[in-house]
């Protein structure tokens, strides 16, 4: 089976450079949408297959003729890796649709082995890269519902900047919550950084220029009401003090159609990243891949502690898989009826 992704402006210019370079019978294993400095492009991945049926040898050593061939396939052991695939993605709360894509990919790789399979879907669908690789930018604002997890996950950064010898200040614009402030300082003083605060948008374009020598900054936000125009506009105020780049942080365990409808919001203003936090705790995380997935998130560092000198982990796609499918420990999802356990297979022609 050869593999490819193919990038390009929209999905029809994709679909033809799909059809010169592997042909009509080519089957579409993923499609994702691509953002970058240039706009917006689309990411196809494709896969044709490049076997020979395998079959009998006549006594003469030719082969037998086509009506007695006997044809060998791994549809018995691809039928077993995609129950079990599809077990787990019931018991995490995959919605259909990435459910549907990590099947494919998984049918149509052959993999024999689930956790293999899940980890090369992974590492297909998804994006995992650090922080500080994903963006280009110094100056990081840390938002998210309530209660995710952003003061601590500003604290870690900033811990992690400090252990490499970088310059950090840390801003903190969460001053409404009862002891966010107090909570951070503590934090920022025994890494013996100071803690700058800022109301209002002014305020933090303010505290930017004052740091504008410091390697790194990290801005802790209020954990605003998303679903609220009004307190979601001044979140995006925050984000024109300045070239900041926007990181959502979110609990594992959140429910897979909320996480899907927050990843969207925070898309519509320029979040690409995804910090997810709470892996240590969780046991459902469905609502991970639903927020990289419909909000085009890349899976960045983890928050997998509350230790702050060492709670960050690098995402990477087996690392991700063995907690979807821990190993040597079998999955039974319980039957949802809006669940297919099939694939799906599209082809170009």
């Excluded at 006549?58 to 060998?72: C, F, I, N």
Aim: aromatic share 6%; with cysteine; glycine share 6%.
């Amino acid at each position: 089976m050869r593999l490819k992704s193919f990038y390009a402006k929209n999905m029809t210019e994709a679909m033809q450079m799909i059809r010169d370079t592997l042909g009509e019978d080519a089957i579409i294993v993923a499609t994702r949408e691509e953002r970058g400095e240039r706009g917006t492009s689309v990411r196809v991945t494709a896969a044709i297959d490049e076997k020979e049926p395998a079959f009998e040898l006549a006594k003469d050593g030719e082969a037998a003729d086509a009506s007695g061939w006997l044809q060998y396939d791994d549809e018995e052991e691809d039928s077993a890796v995609v129950e079990q695939l599809t077990d787990v993605m019931i018991r995490h709360g995959v919605p259909e649709d990435v459910t549907d894509q990590i099947l494919s990919y998984a049918t149509v790789m052959g993999y024999n082995e689930p956790l293999k399979a899940l980890i090369a879907a992974l590492e297909t669908l998804f994006t995992f890269r650090p922080l500080h690789e994903i963006s280009t930018k110094s100056r990081f604002l840390f938002i998210g519902p309530p209660g995710a997890g952003k003061t601590i996950t500003t604290a870690k950064f900033a811990a992690q900047a400090v252990i490499e010898d970088k310059s950090v200040a840390v801003i903190t614009t969460d001053l409404e919550r009862a002891g966010a402030t107090h909570q951070l300082k503590a934090l920022t003083d025994l890494m013996d950084i100071q803690l700058e605060q800022a109301r209002t948008a002014a305020e933090l374009k303010d505290a930017l220029l004052k740091y504008d020598d410091v390697d790194l900054v990290y801005i802790d936000s209020p954990g605003v009401n998303p679903f609220d125009p009004k307190s979601f506009k001044q979140l995006a105020k925050l984000l024109s003090a300045g070239d900041i780049e926007p990181v959502l942080v979110l609990p594992a365990g959140t429910d897979p159609y909320e996480s899907e409808d927050l990843a969207r919001i925070y898309a519509t203003i320029g979040t690409e990243i995804l910090i997810p936090t709470r892996l240590d705790m969780a046991r459902r995380y469905g609502g991970l891949l639903s927020a990289a997935h419909s909000g085009n998130l890349c899976f960045a560092e983890s928050g997998i502690s509350q230790s702050v000198a060492d709670g960050l982990e690098r995402m990477t796609p087996k690392g991700f898989a063995t907690y979807l499918l821990p190993p040597g420990k079998k999955i039974t999802g319980q039957p949802k009826d809006n669940l297919k356990k099939s694939s799906k297979k599209f082809r170009t022609g």
